[in-house]
């Protein structure tokens, strides 16, 4: 797994998760990744990018998305892209995460997949079709809800993604 800096010792009480690939291995095999996203709130994004500076980080970019990019003034530690968002389920994402094989706060399958149907990136898509690999139709009907409440323009993709996921993985489980 790809090491994580201790980020609950330098964001504090600022609520955060793993998103992007190395959420990925709360659910599936990790895949290579360059650098660290993590998911706060909208409203903490200067206190943690004062945190990040009192660490010894500086912020190198901001995101086209909402965010910010940071660097630690080591260089052998993977870049901090600091996504942030005001979404109505973000409460719940950040109260209640996941967690990763390492413990790692990471987001809940379902948001996690529709951020990643939401940016419609290429390997976002394709990632979408991994975490949908395996999972029940129960799952499915929950995903699905989720995509109708908060992007109902991509209910089609997510069909899509589905009959994807289940040609190139085989079916979903029935129960």
Not at 137 to 147: F, K
Not at 149 to 159: G, I, K, T, W
């Amino acid at each position: 797994m790809q090491p994580v800096p201790d980020l609950g010792y330098i964001l504090g009480n600022i609520r955060w998760v793993l998103v992007e690939g190395l959420a990925l291995r709360a659910y599936i095999p990790e895949r290579m990744t360059l650098d660290v996203d993590i998911l706060i709130y909208e409203r903490d994004s200067l206190q943690a990018r004062d945190a990040f500076v009192a660490a010894g980080y500086r912020v190198t970019s901001e995101l086209s998305i909402g965010g910010f990019s940071v660097q630690a003034e080591e260089v052998a530690e993977p870049p901090i892209d600091v996504l942030t968002r005001s979404d109505r389920w973000l409460g719940s994402a950040l109260t209640n995460p996941e967690r990763d094989p390492a413990g790692l706060p990471v987001l809940g399958r379902n948001y996690l997949l529709l951020m990643k149907l939401q940016a419609g990136r290429t390997q976002d898509l394709a990632d979408v079709r991994r975490l949908l690999a395996g999972t029940s139709a129960a799952e499915r009907a929950q995903m699905l809800t989720l995509v109708e409440e908060e992007s109902p323009e991509l209910v089609e993709d997510f069909a899509a993604l589905c009959t994807l996921a289940d040609l190139e993985f085989g079916p979903a489980d029935e129960d």
